[in-house]
């Protein structure tokens, strides 16, 4: 929007927030809700200028993160694609580079020979790796204005935020059985 461009990230949120509120919604919520997806979207655009310099894609990344977060469990390519939400085949394409690239293996799965197993490899751990510790400079820049009590509270705080993202996704409470 060419009318937010010379704003301050603050000056930016307090024009939606004050917006939201116009149309209905509560200020409390807002603020919060403003913020973090202010945050987030500066973050995003970090992270692709940080995904460029470090040769990977989005997509990449988002295969690399889940088999980091998968530990020593392998994962499926269908496994893969639901955790990156994209088409199969799709997936097939993203893991052909990546192989390529030396960062995955894929192998077949020893107990069911018609699906394949995918792992990282140790360059793909060592990108990984390096990724997160070019993000950790500018999330760590991002937080430097709060104490590590107030980063704690605020990280606290923020994971009872999505304890209730569950508690939404189960649906409304069912009435108790008659």
Request: hydrophobic residues 40%; charged residues 25%.
């Amino acid at each position: 929007m060419a009318a937010k461009r010379g704003q301050t990230a603050q000056q930016e949120h307090a024009a939606d927030v004050a917006t939201y509120v116009a149309a209905g919604g509560e200020e409390s919520v807002q603020r919060v809700i403003t913020a973090v997806f202010s945050v987030t979207k500066k973050l995003d655009q970090w992270y692709v200028r940080q995904f460029a310099d470090l040769d990977l894609t989005q997509g990449e990344w988002a295969v690399l993160a889940a088999l980091a977060r998968a530990g020593d469990t392998c994962l499926t390519p269908s496994q893969l694609a639901d955790l990156s939400n994209v088409a199969p085949s799709s997936m097939t394409h993203r893991l052909d580079k990546m192989a390529g690239r030396g960062l995955v293996q894929r192998r077949p799965d020893e107990s069911n020979r018609t699906r394949t197993l995918v792992s990282l490899t140790k360059d793909g751990w060592a990108l990984f790796s390096a990724a997160v510790r070019e993000s950790n400079v500018v999330e760590s820049d991002t937080l430097r204005g709060l104490s590590d009590a107030e980063r704690h509270e605020l990280a606290r705080l923020l994971e009872i935020v999505i304890a209730g993202l569950d508690d939404i996704d189960a649906g409304p409470a069912q009435p108790p059985p008659a």
